[in-house]
């Protein structure tokens, strides 16, 4: 079984900056599991924020978050990092992080943007950003 322990939201003010962990653990190696982050906020879906593919296949970003966050993956830790910069009162959201093991039949496809895509959820933590 994957277990996945996600921390460091917080309260910020608009503009700032912070940084969520997701860490990971159940397998000895976790090269051929995507890792994403996902949100929701009070009243609304849960939105896909970013994802780092299996083995290198790269980090892919929500249109609404691009150029702002950032997917860090340390493999030695089998820990996952969200780095939130300039962030915006509608980014409050409490932030999961997820992960699935990457599938032949998941190739060419872009699995990793839906939530029922994957296997296993962290708790949740609560980013609020104050204006």
């Known amino acids: 079984q994957v277990y996945l322990v996600d921390s460091g939201g917080r309260t910020v003010q608009t503009g700032g900056s912070l940084r969520l962990s997701c860490s990971a653990s159940?397998?000895?190696?976790?090269?051929?599991?995507?890792m994403g982050w996902f949100r929701q906020a009070l009243g609304k879906e849960r939105e896909f924020v970013s994802a780092?593919?299996?083995?290198?296949?790269?980090?892919y970003y929500g249109a609404l978050v691009k150029g702002r966050f950032t997917i860090l993956r340390d493999s030695a830790k089998n820990t996952w990092y969200l780095e939130m910069n300039n962030v915006k009162p509608e980014d409050t959201a409490v932030y999961y992080c997820?992960?699935?093991?990457?599938?032949?039949?998941?190739?060419?496809?872009?699995?990793?943007?839906?939530?029922?895509?994957?296997?296993?959820w962290g708790q949740g933590t609560q980013v609020t950003v104050s204006s």
């Open positions: 997820a992960a699935l093991r990457f599938r032949t039949y998941h190739g060419g496809t872009d699995y990793y943007r839906w939530a029922t895509s994957y296997e296993h």
């Open positions: 159940g397998r000895s190696d976790f090269t051929w599991y995507t």
């Open positions: 780092d593919a299996a083995n290198n296949g790269g980090q």
